[in-house]
């Protein structure tokens, strides 16, 4: 800010103060950039919060292969040596794995309750139930998602059930969930691993 004091033409001392142009132009210019660099921030918390959610997404759908794995080692149905990659229908009584082999889409368990094995595909693609507007989810138990709800097609979503023997009654399990990340165009993956035992 610069002062300039001198005399009018009648000869009074006059002071005058204020901002020159340059110094208000030079404000306005670091101002600019520091509302830009939070845009930018924002930009990037907005896509951090969509990653999230997919990763969450992605885990809660490798833990429900999980699940499944443990529940067909506790079923009477399902053998131990059942317990591995094929394509083996649960109850049929063949002597290969049940858990199909290699990357498949997202679908409701089929008639046998366990996901990942052949019969999943009749049953249809898997939608995920998310609460609408109110918070709560409003369709009923067991029952297609419908609205007020956010029904979250899974097509952007792929499973691969890996299971290699270790010995005769441990078996290591990976689980892959594959998915495109929708606001970065970028292919992730979430990976489980862990051993199962034969015994309960």
């Given at each position: 800010m610069?002062?300039?004091?001198g005399?009018?033409?009648?000869?009074?001392?006059?002071?005058?103060?204020?901002?020159?142009?340059l110094?208000v132009?030079?404000?306005?210019?670091?101002?600019?950039?520091?509302?830009?660099?939070?845009?930018?921030?924002m930009?990037?918390?907005?896509?951090?919060?969509?990653?999230?959610?997919?990763?969450?997404?992605?885990?809660?759908?490798?833990?429900?292969?999980?699940?499944?794995i443990?529940?067909a080692?506790?079923?009477?149905?399902?053998?131990?040596?059942n317990?591995?990659?094929?394509?083996?229908?649960?109850?049929?009584?063949?002597?290969?794995?049940?858990?199909l082999?290699?990357?498949?889409?997202?679908?409701?368990?089929?008639?046998?309750?366990?996901?990942?094995?052949?019969?999943?595909?009749?049953?249809g693609?898997?939608?995920?139930?998310?609460?609408?507007?109110?918070?709560?989810?409003?369709?009923?138990?067991?029952?297609?998602?419908?609205?007020?709800?956010?029904?979250?097609?899974?097509?952007n979503?792929?499973?691969?059930?890996?299971?290699?023997?270790?010995?005769?009654?441990?078996?290591q399990?990976t689980?892959?969930?594959?998915?495109?990340?929708?606001q970065?165009?970028?292919?992730?993956?979430?990976?489980?691993?862990?051993?199962?035992?034969e015994?309960?």
């Amino acid at each position: 800010m610069t002062a300039k004091t001198g005399k009018s033409r009648s000869g009074a001392s006059n002071t005058e103060s204020g901002f020159t142009l340059l110094e208000v132009m030079f404000s306005m210019v670091i101002m600019t950039v520091g509302l830009v660099s939070l845009l930018a921030v924002m930009g990037i918390a907005m896509a951090s919060t969509a990653t999230s959610e997919q990763n969450a997404i992605s885990k809660r759908l490798a833990d429900e292969a999980l699940e499944s794995i443990l529940t067909a080692r506790e079923t009477d149905e399902v053998q131990w040596s059942n317990i591995a990659n094929g394509n083996c229908v649960v109850g049929t009584g063949c002597t290969t794995g049940i858990f199909l082999t290699g990357t498949q889409n997202i679908d409701l368990p089929g008639v046998d309750g366990i996901v990942g094995t052949s019969d999943d595909a009749a049953a249809g693609p898997q939608v995920l139930d998310l609460p609408g507007p109110s918070g709560v989810v409003q369709s009923p138990d067991g029952g297609p998602c419908a609205l007020p709800d956010n029904c979250l097609q899974l097509t952007n979503y792929q499973r691969t059930i890996v299971i290699t023997p270790v010995n005769g009654t441990l078996d290591q399990v990976t689980i892959t969930v594959s998915y495109v990340n929708a606001q970065l165009k970028v292919a992730n993956n979430y990976v489980l691993s862990t051993l199962v035992s034969e015994y309960r």
